[in-house]
């Protein structure tokens, strides 16, 4: 636990310490907030709802969260700080789950720095707080897949940008089996049973539990399973290739 | 104590390790040699659990590198080759990184970096970013985070690559200085460093164990060793060929005078040549050969006992050749 807490710590201390971290906050904010004001007539509608400000979250995810987990293993690797790492007295569980704790932290900041857009439905209207709050966990959730996603991919190459955009596509492809033009491509190939089991794997389809302000068990335990699935596979992945 | 025992590492078809074993103890300086690529690096890779072996295993202080490898971490101080560190942090905030996860904390945590940053002459530069420093002061951060815990044993992969003379010399008195009551094993492809600081040398070649013991006796085993080198002033090359041949034990003698293309080699006017006398394997002809040239007369410019040359035995041991 304290060696969690070490990695924990040093990690989130060196986002802080670089500009790319608010190069990373402020485009965060800059996208939701456009995407949300510009694309989705947020104002205009006149509704106390911030559904039109959630339904942009996996699509912005998509390059954001890869842009931030890109580095996680792929620059200790490339640097040989993962040789330092791994001769301290550090079990591999320790450093992995540190490691992305503290990028999944650093997104949930980003993510609370929302707030003002909070402020704004309440300003307009009396808006459904429970459903706020769900919406909140669920965006968080999702980044967390997102990330446990990217954390494997880095893992495996030294590269950063080819673990960007690995992560990236394999971001999309959990993202897209449940997202309407799919799964209505699968029905008319497939059995409905199984283009249903499909989708039940994507990304889009917990997503979306959480923006009706249910928070299903399902999907909550969708999430941490696949964020454990993924931090698993990336230990498997580590131990083999560390010392490449 | 650190015991290797048939340790083995395959990268692929490479045998980057092949079958090594010794064991090195308390006070000892074990300087680890070899060419690059001669498997330096993947045997102290395993030795600080960061490999696993192909097979065979490692014991540092009594823990295995494989069933314990936290325990066995907990008592070594690791110099990575090329000195890695979060170049993004600070040497303090590095420094205080590595002390937590040694398990330091409080008062203690900060005591034991700032008495680190003294022994390691890091104090100017602690709110440094790393990433800024010169190389010589990165290799201090990388000294300071392996001896941080007072080890009981250190390894260190190539401790001065990189430095200036000054810096280097530096290093190696810290090594030594530390040696007395430590147990160190350093690689190195620098045969005065091994010289300068090892108590015993073990040289590897494509993997294997090709000699080990300590700088002089590797030394005795370069032919050069007992060798007489003289510069006589005035003689006749010929007639010195001629009658140091017949000295006792001397088994042969070559001429290393300077050919007159290259200017020959004069002193005061006079002809000086300059010949080199190899004994019978494990005789000594120092005696014999001054009693000779007394007898003789001959005016000697220098008399040199040759204690063998370490480059010459690294040489041939690592490039298939035998060393006598
Ligand atoms: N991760 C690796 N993958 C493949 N081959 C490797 C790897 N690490 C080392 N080798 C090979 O193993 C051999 C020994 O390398 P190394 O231990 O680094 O040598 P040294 O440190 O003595 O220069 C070399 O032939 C090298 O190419
Ligand atoms: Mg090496």
Redesign the interface.
Known sequence: M??FK??L??EL??YF??PVAYVFIVIFLLATSGCTFFISRFFENRIATLEPFFIWHPWLYLFLVPAVGMRLWSEERK???I??L??????LWEALAGKFVAAWLFIGIALVLTFPMVLTVAYLGSPDYGIILSSYLGSFMLAGGFLAVTCLFSAMTKNQVISFVISVVACFAMLMLGVGVFTDFLNRYLPVWLSDAISAFSFFTHYQGFQRGLIDSRDLVYFISVIVFMLAANALVLERK??E | MIAVQSLTRHFGSIKAVDNISFTVGKGEILGFLGPNGAGKSTTMKMITTFLPPTSGTATVGGFDVIAQPLEARAKIGYLPESSPSYRDMNVFDFLMFAAEVRGYDGDERLNRVKKIMETCNLKEVAYQQIDTLSKGFRQRVGFAQAFLHDPEYLILDEPTDGLDPNQKQEVRNLIKQMGREKCIILSTHILEEVEAVCSRAIIIGEGKIVADGSPEELRSRSKLHGAITLELIGVEAKDALAGLEKVQFVDRVTDLTPSAAEGGAEKNGKKVIRLRLYPMSGKSIAHETASFIHQKNWQVDGFTVEKGDLNEVFYSLTKGGVAR
Request: charged share 30%.
């Open positions: 304290r060696n070490a990695v710590k040093r201390k060196s310490e670089s640097s040989g700080t040789e330092l791994f001769t301290l007295p550090i079990t560390k010392a």
